[in-house]
């Protein structure tokens, strides 16, 4: 994959294909005019953290990597302003709440991942480790896991 296909994969799954206004065909640019500093960091991650002589699959691990870790640096940041907000306001436990169900769906998409589509890395299992410890500080725990798998004809045979 070249870093133009990455891109135009990223920019085809960001609103309105903003990080094309970041992008000029071989490199990230700047452009003050468009005032989207969340694209342009997609771009620039993106294009810093290439490397040209990976394959598809590892370009595209490194390329989640990268954002799930600014989106982990995010959520912290996040995570300190509604802590603060809770504090402050009568919807604190909504708030709380928010931020879990996006902890959860993090959480779900990881486990996905690593143990549905069995092609997750270790900082993915690390990430996944650390997401649900935070769940649990916040008063979370997993209560099932439901896994799908083909059945085999000669399961038939087999009682269960």
């Known amino acids: 994959m070249k870093l133009s296909e990455l891109?135009?994969?990223?920019?085809?799954?960001?609103?309105?294909?903003?990080?094309f206004a970041y992008w000029d065909g071989q490199r990230a640019v700047s452009n003050p005019a468009?005032?989207?500093?969340?694209?342009?960091?997609i771009v620039r991650e993106l294009c810093d953290t290439f490397d040209a002589?990976?394959?598809?699959p590892a370009q595209c691990v490194?390329?989640?990597?990268?954002l799930r870790k600014a989106m982990a640096d995010l959520q912290v940041?996040?995570?300190?302003?509604?802590?603060?907000?809770?504090?402050?306001s009568s919807c604190g436990k909504t708030r709380r709440r928010k931020t879990a169900d996006q902890l959860m769906a993090a959480v779900c998409a990881l486990h996905h991942e690593l143990f549905v589509?069995?092609?997750?890395?270790m900082s993915a299992l690390r990430e996944y480790d650390a997401l649900l410890a935070?769940?649990?500080?916040?008063?979370?725990r997993p209560v099932t896991t439901l896994r799908f798998e083909p059945i085999?004809?000669?399961?038939?045979d087999e009682t269960t």
Request: proline share 2%; no cysteine.
């Open 152 to 156: 085999n004809e000669e399961d038939d």
């Open 117 to 121: 589509e069995e092609g997750g890395s």
């Open 134 to 140: 935070k769940l649990e500080r916040m008063g979370y």
């Open 7 to 19: 891109i135009h994969k990223a920019a085809a799954a960001y609103p309105d294909a903003r990080l």
């Open 34 to 41: 468009v005032g989207d500093t969340l694209a342009e960091f």
């Open 53 to 56: 002589t990976a394959d598809t």
């Open 77 to 88: 940041v996040l995570d300190v302003f509604s802590t603060s907000e809770e504090h402050t």
């Open 62 to 66: 490194e390329a989640v990597r990268v």
